[in-house]
């Protein structure tokens, strides 16, 4: 019985949902208040963000009229499920190795797609010309980082032989992290410029764009529906670069102390960084961004899977 | 250089039968009388021989003094330092009149307002829609005209809405406004897109009237006005009082102190930085750049504490009268405000250096919304647009006012014609501005501030003043009345002729960047629409919803 319920649990407590969220919306303030820092102001209390997540749950949930109900309802529900289901496994495969499967990386990888997914149905869904601009703009925004993101996870597929995250993790143990060679460096630097669209941070949030498109896509979503937006928002703040940190800076370990704080503060470097590079840009329009990400970006991933081809 | 003695000699032995009269009235200010069918043969002759720039016209209800309606044309020679007033009485019986929009594209609005408000016909207009009049205004109702009560409200006629252009073949509509998020005031542009390009649009504004002139020229004093006209704009106030009353004293002759100059040198420089800064936050935020948002608004609030250290206000200072200010500046101040202001500098110049070396904000700046100098020429744009592209004018040099022919200081010009050159104007400005305060603080002499004035101010007077504010310049026309106020004063806001250009500068830009080009403007539409009677917002929306109702 016990064993029937571990997975349910592994998913929703401990580490998926209910771990990844609290701690995702705590990393969330964290990134507020150092916003407010660096724009020269106060910034909110460190329960901030519960306290949206809280009131937004017992608030009205307006349905547009004319808006498509069930895609409406469910495309918050998907990007939950997904983000949820990415977190929980990539902490599985680094707390215990044996969690791993054969091809956990393809499905992690296909995993982090549904939050945008669940932007593009809902956008879609809402009948609202702002949200439909931002559904085809994040629609043009998957479209364009997908490409060298899926070529720089090639990078490390060939460099480790394997599409298994514990052989992705063993060999990192073994020859040290894979940013210290050449290609994984690229690789990282794509991966962290993917990573800000993935998170719809400046300067490419443009499906969200608050002064051009008033938020797009959550334009019309209210209480508990957009609640569960912000809850994969914070989520993914923290699973993304987890995802880093495992794929090429040398995975979790947090069996001793040691690592915890080894942990903590790669993952705090990458969140500074982030922090730093969307509050000292402006947006880029979509096409700037399309041009960007199909030009030089993909032309760095191309030139990390050859060196990773190569061996270096 | 031309002086007023030459024009008036070109334009005599050019059109000598056709003028009725022609004088200086006030120094470096000519008004000519022609008669009505001469009105565009000589304004063909100005624009192609002296090419003066045209500023506003204004209508004059004179039926009970000879029955006629007076329309004045008022034209500005910059580099000559000489404001050109052509002025034509048509008879009140056939109140009609040929357009000079065919010749002077920057006429457009201002005559379709002089048609809306006083019922002056227009033949050959190439646009001659409603303008300004609410959509639900009944027909044949004038109110500038001086047997309309100023407190008279009209029935509604919703009938007589305004029909926005139909889109060209292939195209799609997509509105902005008349609320848009990042355009915090009521102004709707249709735009006509083809895919992500912006093919054409339409505008329609004057939401949010308020009937100031009207008021101004039936209800208030002289000394009220100044307080009426602080209210034009809430960033600006203080020009459109200082150019109020500024054209009053000329019209009267009315001596100021120059302590009174300096003091409202110091005031409208002080508004200006406040102004650009405010303006850098709103462009930054419009493109996403919060922090700089934040930033600029930071380094700006120091300023807004100093306005209310000197006049009680942050803002709407209250300060001026016809013949000087109520407040001084006492010496006592004086270090507080070159503290402020040395911190303003230091912070502005460390935002100017982040600004200059970001290349992302030139990704979004340069090359888009290109305003040539030819069409901002002709369609007569003001301020920082005009000079982003070129065009040298400053009323602050070109019509001194205040203390500005004592003072020391740079135009900002720039030759981009693009949204980044405008902003290096402002950018510039705001530092000259800066400059310009220190300077007034030091050389501002001893002395009253407030000058003799007459018992009575003489009626039948005219003058024009220009103010540049931190959006171009403002043009006030007065005409002294009697029982203590203006027979007519008129008002034009910087942004009226600016905004008049948006169709040409969004031609072929893509929707994305619709916001930042009508923002890189300064647009500020509660100070272009001073002018109708009553307040139409709610009858307005009420007539959208019943139209849209009905379409369903």
């Given at each position: 019985?016990?064993?029937?319920?571990?997975?349910?649990?592994?998913?929703?407590?401990f580490p998926g949902?209910l771990f990844t969220g609290v701690l995702g919306l705590f990393f969330m303030w964290v990134d507020r208040k150092v916003t407010?820092l660096?724009?020269?102001?106060?910034?909110?209390?460190w329960?901030?963000c519960?306290?949206?997540?809280?009131?937004?749950?017992?608030?009205?949930?307006?349905?547009?009229?004319?808006?498509?109900?069930?895609?409406?309802?469910?495309?918050?529900?998907?990007?939950?499920?997904?983000?949820?289901?990415?977190a929980s496994?990539i902490w599985m495969v680094n707390i215990n190795?044996?969690?791993?499967?054969?091809?956990?990386?393809?499905?992690?990888?296909?995993?982090?797609?549904?939050?945008?997914?669940?932007?593009?149905?809902?956008?879609?869904?809402?009948?609202?010309?702002?949200?439909?601009?931002?559904?085809?703009?994040?629609?043009?925004?998957?479209?364009?980082?997908?490409?060298?993101?899926?070529?720089?996870?090639?990078?490390?597929?060939?460099?480790?032989?394997?599409?298994?995250?514990?052989?992705?993790i063993?060999?990192q143990l073994?020859?040290g992290a894979m940013i210290?060679?050449?290609?994984?460096?690229?690789?990282s630097?794509?991966f962290f410029?993917?990573m800000?669209?993935?998170l719809?941070?400046?300067?490419?949030?443009?499906?969200?764009?608050?002064?051009?498109?008033?938020?797009?896509?959550?334009?019309?979503?209210?209480?508990?529906?957009?609640?569960?937006?912000?809850?994969?928002?914070a989520m993914m703040l923290l699973a993304v670069p987890l995802f880093l940190i495992t794929l090429f800076l040398g995975g979790i370990d947090v069996s001793s102390i040691k690592g915890i704080v080894l942990l903590t503060s790669k993952y705090l470097i990458i969140l500074v960084l982030v922090i730093l590079?969307?509050?000292?840009?402006?947006?880029?329009?979509?096409?700037?961004?399309?041009?960007?990400?199909?030009?030089?970006?993909?032309?760095?991933?191309?030139?990390?899977?050859?060196?990773?081809?190569?061996?270096? | 250089?031309?002086?007023?003695?030459?024009?008036?000699?070109?334009?005599?032995?050019?059109?000598?039968?056709?003028?009725?009269?022609?004088?200086?009235?006030?120094?470096?200010?000519?008004?000519?009388?022609?008669?009505?069918?001469?009105?565009?043969?000589?304004?063909?002759?100005?624009?192609?021989?002296?090419?003066?720039?045209?500023?506003?016209?204004?209508?004059?209800?004179?039926?009970?003094?000879?029955?006629?309606?007076?329309?004045?044309?008022?034209?500005?020679?910059?580099?000559?330092?000489?404001?050109?007033?052509?002025?034509?009485?048509?008879?009140?019986?056939?109140?009609?009149?040929?357009?000079?929009?065919?010749?002077?594209?920057?006429?457009?609005?201002?005559?379709?307002?002089?048609?809306?408000?006083?019922?002056?016909?227009?033949?050959?207009?190439?646009?001659?829609?409603?303008?300004?009049?609410?959509?639900?205004?009944?027909?044949?109702?004038?109110?500038?005209?001086?047997?309309?009560?100023?407190?008279?409200?009209?029935?509604?006629?919703?009938?007589?809405?305004?029909?926005?252009?139909?889109?060209?073949?292939?195209?799609?509509?997509?509105?902005?406004?008349?609320?848009?998020?990042?355009?915090?005031?009521?102004?709707?542009?249709?735009?006509?897109?083809?895919?992500?390009?912006?093919?054409?649009?339409?505008?329609?504004?004057?939401?949010?009237?308020?009937?100031?002139?009207?008021?101004?020229?039936?209800?208030?004093?002289?000394?009220?006005?100044?307080?009426?006209?602080?209210?034009?704009?809430?960033?600006?106030?203080?020009?459109?009082?200082?150019?109020?009353?500024?054209?009053?004293?000329?019209?009267?002759?009315?001596?100021?102190?120059?302590?009174?100059?300096?003091?409202?040198?110091?005031?409208?420089?002080?508004?200006?930085?406040?102004?650009?800064?405010?303006?850098?936050?709103?462009?930054?935020?419009?493109?996403?750049?919060?922090?700089?948002?934040?930033?600029?608004?930071?380094?700006?609030?120091?300023?807004?504490?100093?306005?209310?250290?000197?006049?009680?206000?942050?803002?709407?200072?209250?300060?001026?009268?016809?013949?000087?200010?109520?407040?001084?500046?006492?010496?006592?101040?004086?270090?507080?405000?070159?503290?402020?202001?040395?911190?303003?500098?230091?912070?502005?110049?460390?935002?100017?250096?982040?600004?200059?070396?970001?290349?992302?904000?030139?990704?979004?700046?340069?090359?888009?919304?290109?305003?040539?100098?030819?069409?901002?020429?002709?369609?007569?744009?003001?301020?920082?647009?005009?000079?982003?592209?070129?065009?040298?004018?400053?009323?602050?040099?070109?019509?001194?006012?205040?203390?500005?022919?004592?003072?020391?200081?740079?135009?900002?010009?720039?030759?981009?014609?693009?949204?980044?050159?405008?902003?290096?104007?402002?950018?510039?400005?705001?530092?000259?501005?800066?400059?310009?305060?220190?300077?007034?603080?030091?050389?501002?002499?001893?002395?009253?501030?407030?000058?003799?004035?007459?018992?009575?101010?003489?009626?039948?007077?005219?003058?024009?003043?220009?103010?540049?504010?931190?959006?171009?310049?403002?043009?006030?026309?007065?005409?002294?009345?009697?029982?203590?106020?203006?027979?007519?004063?008129?008002?034009?806001?910087?942004?009226?002729?600016?905004?008049?250009?948006?169709?040409?500068?969004?031609?072929?830009?893509?929707?994305?960047?619709?916001?930042?080009?009508?923002?890189?403007?300064?647009?500020?539409?509660?100070?272009?629409?001073?002018?109708?009677?009553?307040?139409?917002?709610?009858?307005?929306?009420?007539?959208?919803?019943?139209?849209?109702?009905?379409?369903?």
């Amino acid at each position: 019985m016990l064993e029937i319920l571990k997975p349910v649990f592994y998913l929703l407590i401990f580490p998926g949902l209910l771990f990844t969220g609290v701690l995702g919306l705590f990393f969330m303030w964290v990134d507020r208040k150092v916003t407010a820092l660096i724009q020269s102001r106060i910034g909110p209390p460190w329960y901030q963000c519960y306290a949206d997540i809280g009131k937004l749950l017992y608030k009205q949930v307006i349905i547009p009229a004319g808006s498509n109900r069930l895609s409406f309802v469910a495309a918050p529900l998907i990007g939950l499920a997904g983000i949820s289901l990415a977190a929980s496994i990539i902490w599985m495969v680094n707390i215990n190795k044996s969690a791993s499967f054969i091809g956990d990386l393809i499905v992690v990888m296909y995993l982090f797609v549904l939050p945008s997914l669940a932007l593009i149905i809902g956008g879609a869904a809402s009948r609202n010309p702002f949200s439909s601009v931002g559904a085809s703009r994040e629609m043009t925004m998957v479209f364009a980082y997908e490409l060298p993101f899926i070529l720089i996870i090639l990078t490390a597929v060939i460099k480790t032989r394997s599409i298994i995250f514990e052989d992705i993790i063993t060999y990192q143990l073994l020859n040290g992290a894979m940013i210290a060679s050449a290609s994984g460096i690229l690789a990282s630097i794509v991966f962290f410029i993917c990573m800000m669209a993935k998170l719809c941070y400046l300067p490419f949030d443009i499906p969200e764009a608050e002064s051009e498109i008033i938020g797009g896509t959550l334009a019309e979503y209210s209480g508990a529906l957009l609640a569960i937006f912000k809850l994969t928002n914070a989520m993914m703040l923290l699973a993304v670069p987890l995802f880093l940190i495992t794929l090429f800076l040398g995975g979790i370990d947090v069996s001793s102390i040691k690592g915890i704080v080894l942990l903590t503060s790669k993952y705090l470097i990458i969140l500074v960084l982030v922090i730093l590079v969307k509050s000292t840009h402006p947006r880029l329009r979509i096409d700037q961004a399309l041009k960007f990400f199909l030009g030089p970006v993909t032309a760095i991933a191309v030139i990390s899977v050859i060196l990773a081809a190569l061996g270096v | 250089m031309l002086t007023a003695k030459e024009i008036i000699e070109t334009l005599r032995t050019k059109f000598n039968n056709h003028i009725i009269k022609a004088d200086e009235k006030v120094s470096n200010q000519v008004f000519v009388r022609v008669v009505p069918d001469t009105l565009v043969p000589l304004i063909r002759f100005l624009s192609k021989t002296l090419s003066p720039r045209f500023l506003i016209n204004a209508g004059t209800d004179l039926v009970r003094q000879d029955g006629k309606y007076l329309v004045s044309y008022i034209f500005s020679f910059d580099s000559d330092k000489i404001f050109l007033c052509i002025e034509v009485a048509v008879d009140a019986a056939a109140p009609d009149i040929d357009s000079i929009t065919p010749i002077i594209a920057g006429a457009n609005w201002s005559e379709r307002e002089t048609r809306d408000l006083l019922g002056i016909n227009l033949r050959n207009h190439p646009d001659p829609r409603r303008l300004v009049l609410a959509d639900d205004w009944p027909q044949g109702l004038y109110p500038l005209r001086r047997d309309f009560p100023y407190d008279y409200k009209p029935p509604s006629e919703p009938q007589n809405k305004v029909h926005l252009k139909k889109p060209p073949e292939g195209t799609k509509v997509i509105p902005i406004g008349p609320f848009y998020p990042v355009l915090e005031e009521p102004a709707y542009f249709k735009l006509f897109v083809d895919g992500e390009t912006v093919v054409d649009c339409d505008y329609r504004g004057f939401y949010n009237h308020r009937g100031i002139e009207k008021i101004g020229d039936t209800k208030l004093t002289y000394n009220q006005i100044c307080f009426m006209a602080e209210r034009i704009c809430g960033i600006c106030g203080f020009i459109h009082s200082t150019c109020y009353c500024e054209a009053v004293e000329q019209a009267a002759g009315i001596e100021v102190p120059l302590r009174a100059h300096y003091i409202r040198t110091i005031m409208l420089e002080l508004e200006r930085i406040h102004s650009h800064l405010l303006w850098l936050g709103i462009a930054t935020h419009i493109i996403g750049f919060d922090t700089l948002l934040m930033q600029a608004w930071r380094i700006r609030e120091p300023v807004m504490w100093l306005c209310e250290k000197i006049s009680g206000n942050r803002k709407t200072y209250g300060m001026n009268l016809i013949g000087g200010v109520r407040r001084d500046i006492p010496h006592q101040m004086h270090d507080k405000i070159i503290t402020v202001i040395e911190k303003i500098e230091r912070e502005t110049l460390e935002v100017i250096d982040a600004v200059m070396g970001d290349t992302s904000l030139h990704v979004r700046l340069k090359d888009v919304g290109i305003l040539t100098e030819e069409v901002g020429r002709s369609i007569c744009t003001v301020g920082p647009t005009a000079r982003g592209s070129g065009i040298p004018i400053d009323s602050r040099v070109d019509h001194p006012y205040a203390a500005y022919d004592r003072i020391n200081f740079e135009v900002a010009v720039e030759s981009g014609c693009d949204i980044w050159a405008r902003t290096l104007v402002r950018l510039k400005e705001t530092m000259e501005s800066i400059k310009i305060v220190k300077q007034c603080l030091l050389e501002m002499p001893d002395g009253p501030i407030m000058g003799e004035v007459m018992e009575e101010i003489p009626s039948g007077r005219e003058a024009i003043c220009c103010v540049e504010a931190p959006r171009g310049e403002a043009v006030h026309y007065v005409q002294t009345g009697q029982d203590n106020r203006p027979y007519r004063w008129r008002v034009r806001a910087p942004t009226y002729p600016n905004l008049q250009c948006i169709p040409n500068i969004i031609k072929g830009e893509r929707i994305a960047d619709v916001p930042i080009i009508i923002g890189s403007l300064d647009p500020c539409y509660s100070c272009t629409e001073r002018m109708a009677v009553v307040d139409v917002k709610t009858g307005v929306e009420k007539l959208y919803t019943k139209e849209e109702i009905i379409k369903r």
